[in-house]
């Protein structure tokens, strides 16, 4: 039986803050591979719901992973539609983020999203220059969102965890 438990926010940001500059030998480094960001992002996502979700989002090794463990597109897909297993996110306003949400960037507006990020701490007002972040590929913690070149942001709120009873 899967209930619906909630996320665990802190958990997530200490991952991110932790393993920003670092790699986590558990997992594969995919800067080689197009970039690490997502894969470290699904890190993070992990750490604070606890649950993969086996066969729709999950890593046990570089080449038994789900796409959506280091896909941007795939991530997003995943986290909207989920309602099994692991983490489940709603797209939302700039407003409604919160520590441990995800933000993924558009760079050059083509409606392609090739960059995610961890919400590390928000500022007040609540603007882009507020919203600090932690990201692999080029490694940050607490990097204004603002500092990033991109187009388009779409955010994702994890609204709660999917864990099996």
């Not at 609540?126 to 388009?152: C, E, G, M, Q, W």
Request: charged content about 20%.
């Amino acid at each position: 039986m899967v209930i619906t438990v909630p996320y665990d926010r802190l958990k997530a940001v200490d991952y991110a803050a932790r393993w920003a500059y670092l790699r986590n030998p558990d997992f594969y480094n995919f800067n080689d591979l197009g970039g690490d960001c997502t894969n470290f992002i699904s890190q993070c996502l992990f750490a604070g719901s606890g649950e993969m979700n086996y066969p729709a989002w999950y890593y046990y090794s570089l080449n038994d992973r789900s796409p959506s463990w280091t896909g941007v597109e795939f991530l997003y897909d995943f986290l909207i539609k989920n309602k099994g297993l692991g983490p489940r996110g709603e797209e939302c306003n700039i407003e409604d983020l919160r520590r441990g949400d995800v933000i993924q960037l558009d760079s050059d507006g083509d409606g392609r999203f090739t960059h995610s990020l961890m919400v590390t701490n928000i500022n007040f007002p609540i603007a882009p220059y507020n919203i600090l972040i932690a990201a692999h590929t080029v490694d940050s913690l607490n990097r204004p969102l603002d500092s990033y070149a991109f187009r388009k942001a779409r955010f994702i709120h994890i609204k709660n965890v999917g864990k099996e009873v």
